[in-house]
């Protein structure tokens, strides 16, 4: 098991940026593929990017492909999410997942380690 911890989370305008950070502990960091969800009021859970445990393999949503940015420092076993350009739909609460299984994991099941989240808003 590995314990995720995120935070960066806030209150922006339309435009601007934030990098939400999620600290690990516990299991070896390294052996991780890494994922962002998010879930805005009323609606489900959803994909947003995975990491795989090598630094240069990232797999984005649609909607944020171009603007964000995950990343991963498995010497401080942190995973972070740049966001740039960030929109009014892109307010909700961030959650940084970890998964073992290999390959391109969009979905909520398929992450066994999950943080708290911490809460995006964008006002327009």
């Known amino acids: 098991q590995v314990q995720l911890v995120e935070s960066g989370g806030g209150l922006v305008q339309a435009g601007d940026s934030l990098r939400l950070s999620c600290a690990t502990s516990g299991r070896a960091f390294s052996v991780y593929r890494m994922g962002w969800f998010r879930q805005a009021p009323g609606k489900e859970r959803e994909f947003v990017a995975r990491i795989s445990t090598g630094p240069s393999t990232a797999y984005y949503a649609d909607s944020v492909k171009g603007r964000f940015t995950i990343s991963r420092d498995n010497a401080k076993n942190t995973v972070y999410l740049q966001m740039n350009d960030l929109r009014v739909e892109d307010t909700a609460v961030y959650f940084c997942?970890?998964?073992?299984?290999?390959?391109?994991?969009?979905?909520?099941?398929?992450?066994?380690?999950w943080g708290q989240g911490t809460q995006v808003t964008v006002s327009s």
């Open positions: 997942a970890a998964t073992v299984l290999i390959g391109v994991r969009v979905k909520e099941s398929e992450y066994n380690n």
